[in-house]
């Protein structure tokens, strides 16, 4: 008899859950820069010395502009981005995952053309790149190339860095071999596979010599 609540037979999400747990990986994003500003904000509170003082500015500026780079990009993954049956320039998303994943330590090199996709098939590609992301977790490069053309349009990201790696469990959730865990780094995996079924696609993340490759084909 199969243990019922073993992880590969785990129980999905309902939407309730989902979106709870959507929202919880948003939040996770956001609370390090949010953070950072509160910190610069008390530090100008306290009257500081001069440099002491432009020290806060520049942390300030620099958490504003994470954090707003992180909730375009978020709104973009994970929100509606327009309506039901919308479609998304391509260049709008290269321009939202430069400002969401580069940050000196990872880069990316985009191969796509710039073209108008519909919504749920720019929302897979961002979020394979935070699934490639998390593969390389030292930084390196993503390499973003596509899979046919036109709307029809799939993509592969190529995932290289010192100790690139497969994340736990992650294939597993991308294949649906394995349930979602109820906390927000599963969720994002999960909702991938989602957004790519709903494109009528398969998500596959395998090694490929040194480096990470996430399809969707």
């Given at each position: 008899?199969?243990?019922?609540?073993?992880?590969?037979?785990?129980?999905?999400?309902?939407?309730?859950?989902?979106?709870?747990?959507?929202?919880?990986?948003?939040?996770?994003?956001?609370?390090?820069?949010?953070?950072?500003?509160?910190?610069?904000?008390?530090?100008?509170?306290?009257?500081?010395?001069?440099?002491?003082?432009?020290?806060?500015?520049?942390?300030?500026?620099?958490?504003?502009?994470?954090?707003?780079?992180?909730?375009q990009f978020c709104r973009l993954a994970f929100g509606a981005a327009g309506s039901s049956g919308a479609q998304i320039d391509l260049g709008d998303a290269q321009t939202m995952a430069r400002g969401h994943i580069e940050d000196g330590k990872c880069a990316i090199t985009w191969n796509l053309p710039r073209l108008l996709l519909p919504k749920n098939r720019v929302k897979l590609l961002l979020n394979m790149l935070v699934v490639a992301q998390h593969t390389i977790p030292r930084g390196g490069m993503l390499t973003v190339d596509p899979i046919g053309e036109g709307e029809t349009m799939s993509f592969r990201i190529t995932a290289t860095g010192h100790n690139a790696r497969l994340p736990q469990n992650i294939s597993e959730l991308l294949s649906g071999e394995r349930g979602p865990a109820a906390d927000a780094h599963a969720i994002q995996p999960y909702y991938t596979r989602l957004l790519a079924e709903a494109c009528g696609l398969t998500v596959k993340l395998a090694p490929e010599g040194e480096a990470i490759i996430v399809t969707a084909s």
């Open positions: 008899m199969s243990d019922a609540s073993s992880p590969a037979t785990a129980t999905a999400p309902d939407m309730l859950e989902l979106a709870a747990l959507l929202c919880s990986r948003v939040c996770h994003d956001l609370i390090s820069p949010v953070g950072a500003i509160v910190n610069g904000l008390e530090v100008l509170d306290d009257d500081p010395k001069p440099e002491d003082r432009e020290f806060a500015l520049d942390l300030i500026r620099k958490s504003a502009k994470t954090a707003s780079a992180r909730l």
